[in-house]
């Protein structure tokens, strides 16, 4: 018969075989900095977010419901990662996009929750951004969920004509 210490004990046993690490070698990213290095360009928020993949509360970032035109860039490194053409609103409380801007990101998998969901991270410094899920609009299907924190906005420049 099984007891709640067994039972826990279990568990905790499958979570550490199960869940990866998301390891960032030195010299696997164009732009690799100290932890060090980090704190100072980032604020303890953001390094949270972006190096330790942590989570923003909901409805707390202002990009959530920003629709200006513009690209989305990475907090950590400016590289331009998501169009506002592709920004919808999910009503999850975070920035979602249904299409990040060509090599702008890579994903890993990630078991934190115990199922596996699609960690998306810059391509370009490794940071932490958010997940995909396939809950999202036409035409990708996708919803990748962000957070704020993780993101710069840079308007588009308004011509004259």
Not at 77 to 104: H, I, L, V
Request: aromatic fraction near 10%.
């Amino acid at each position: 018969m099984t007891n709640r210490r067994t039972f826990l004990l279990s568990g905790a046993a499958v979570l550490a075989v199960a869940t990866p690490v998301f390891a960032r070698k030195d010299g696997e990213f164009e732009v690799v900095k100290t932890p060090e290095e980090w704190r100072k360009i980032l604020t303890p928020a953001q390094y949270r977010i972006l190096r330790e993949e942590g989570t923003e509360r909901p409805f707390t970032s202002p990009l959530n419901d920003n629709k200006e035109a513009g690209i989305y860039h990475c907090a950590g490194c400016d590289n331009a990662m998501y169009s506002s053409e592709t920004k919808y609103d999910s009503r999850t409380g975070w920035p979602s996009f249904w299409q990040a801007m060509d090599d702008a990101v890579g994903t890993s998998t990630d078991y934190k929750l115990i199922y596996p969901r699609t960690e998306v991270h810059c391509a370009r410094c490794g940071g932490h951004l958010g997940h995909i899920f396939n809950d999202g609009p036409k035409p990708t299907g996708e919803r990748h969920c962000l957070n704020g924190l993780a993101l710069t906005f840079k308007p588009s420049e308004k011509s004259d004509s």
